[in-house]
């Protein structure tokens, strides 16, 4: 299935996070499914995430040379990815324990890059050399470990991805007010007016 990469599916916040929700519904074995089932989609994904990421990845595009090849990287920085800061929400920190395997996996994904981050203003390299999508995965992964980072993740209540909360009081509650915010809240009055028709006949 191809797979419109919209705004919404970049609510993430960062590179790493929106990747890490290209896993919809985890948690509900009933619904959930993965949108890298197939490996072509990691090739719109990040062709899409190269305009929608741009402030992040400082304007450098995102190339990916073998889809299939690639992927077994991709899906060991996302799995361990959620699972560090999927549980860092939970508990409040990073679990230690569950370091080494994400470690290993982004080291996978920086193995065969042959690039440059960190500058000052150019915290993925040069602009105008495009850049592996499995190395900025996991430079945009690793960049969570921040502690001011890891106090701002969030996990979306309606859809269950994780995102960034960069708002200035830390209350951001949806991934996205305009489609999770929104879904709630005609739930809720959908809820309050059958509760309200039951108390009506009942009376």
């Given at each position: 299935?191809?797979?419109?990469?919209?705004?919404?599916?970049?609510?993430?916040?960062?590179?790493?996070?929106?990747?890490?929700?290209?896993?919809?519904?985890r948690g509900d074995p009933d619904r959930t499914f993965d949108r890298f089932d197939d490996p072509a989609e990691i090739v719109r994904f990040a062709d899409a995430a190269s305009g929608f990421r741009a402030a992040e990845l400082g304007d450098r595009r995102l190339t990916v040379s073998s889809p299939t090849a690639i992927?077994?990287?991709?899906?060991?920085?996302?799995?361990?990815?959620?699972?560090l800061f999927r549980g860092a929400v939970s508990k409040g920190a990073v679990a230690t324990a569950d370091l080494p395997d994400f470690l290993r996996a982004c080291a996978e994904g920086l193995a065969r890059s042959r690039t440059e981050v960190g500058a000052p203003g150019r915290p993925f390299g040069d602009p105008l050399v495009p850049i592996p999508f499995e190395a900025a995965l996991a430079v945009s992964a690793l960049s969570l470990l921040r502690d001011d980072t890891v106090a701002r993740l969030r996990i979306c209540p309606n859809c269950t991805w994780l995102f960034v909360d960069r708002s200035r009081n830390s209350s951001r509650l949806w991934c996205d007010m305009a489609v999770c915010g929104n879904r709630q809240k005609a739930s809720r009055h959908y809820r309050r007016r059958r509760m309200a028709a039951h108390e009506v006949k009942d009376a």
């Open positions: 299935m191809t797979v419109a990469w919209t705004p919404h599916r970049f609510t993430g916040g960062l590179l790493a996070l929106d990747t890490a929700n290209t896993v919809v519904l992927a077994p990287v991709v899906l060991s920085i996302r799995e361990t990815t959620d699972r």
